[in-house]
């Protein structure tokens, strides 16, 4: 199929393609990589009147540290120049981990990091990611700016806080703490498929080994990237014994998700996934963490 008709534009400055949307509002789309809007407008599940193409807009393409030791990346950044940036590698392990997981090569080298989070795929990685790294959004509209925690960002399935005249323009990550360790975990029917389940973790410990801080968001397990607030009450401040890990992957299984049923998977086999993945990737972060000296 083909997309319906639209009027296209391509701005060349975060100012113009502000004022597109502005003009336009909810008849607007904005295309950045176009890995998932391009395919949806082919088959006629969204028909935008309005397209506004980010891709000449060389402003919004980079990734740069900040003065804490995190990094900025602008809306535009290639998956793939997130992939092989030895900032990232660097900065943000957890990141430069997961982008090798997202869908093939191809897409990698047109899709976009900003992109892929303002679609709000429950499924995609970087969604939970985002969420698990605790990063942060810069909003922008014609009448200034504002920033969003990334846990606040994700309100439904494909739908975010984001105005119609608004654009995200920069995600904000920072780095962990000493004695941090992380791990993403996740099953896919075909090697770079959507995951059926996945799984990402952060955990730091104190001087004395124990579980200081702990962070696990789940993806594909819900409308919304999956926080496991329950499961991860159970180790702060104690020591990550295989009897607390696999503890707290239970309840993340069974209280802190909320999996539904579709061709690919039952609700209770995502569950049972969640469960496996939740232990193997708390046992992988809490080892780097040791390992973090």
Known sequence: MKPAPFEYYAPTTVEEALSLLAEHGYDAKVLAGGQSLIPMMNFRLVQPSVLVDLNNIPELSYICPDENGGLRLGAMTRHHHVEIDPMVAERIPLLHETMPKIAYSQIRSRGTFGGSVS????????????????????????????????????????????????????????????????????????SHDFALVGVAAIVSLDMNGLCEQARMVFLSAGEVPMVAHKAVELLQGQAPTLEAIKASAEIAASEDIDPGNDIHATAEFRRHLANVLARRALEQAFKRAADDK
Do not use: C, I, Y
């Open 119 to 190: 679609h709000a795929d429950p499924s995609a990685e970087l969604v939970s990611v985002s969420v698990a790294l605790s990063g942060r959004f810069r909003l922008q509209s014609q009448k200034g700016e504002r920033w969003v925690p990334a846990d606040e960002f994700f309100v439904g399935l494909f739908t975010t806080v984001l105005e119609p005249n608004e654009l995200l323009v920069e995600a904000a990550l920072p780095s962990l703490p000493m004695r941090s360790g992380w791990s993403l975990m996740e099953v896919a029917r075909r």
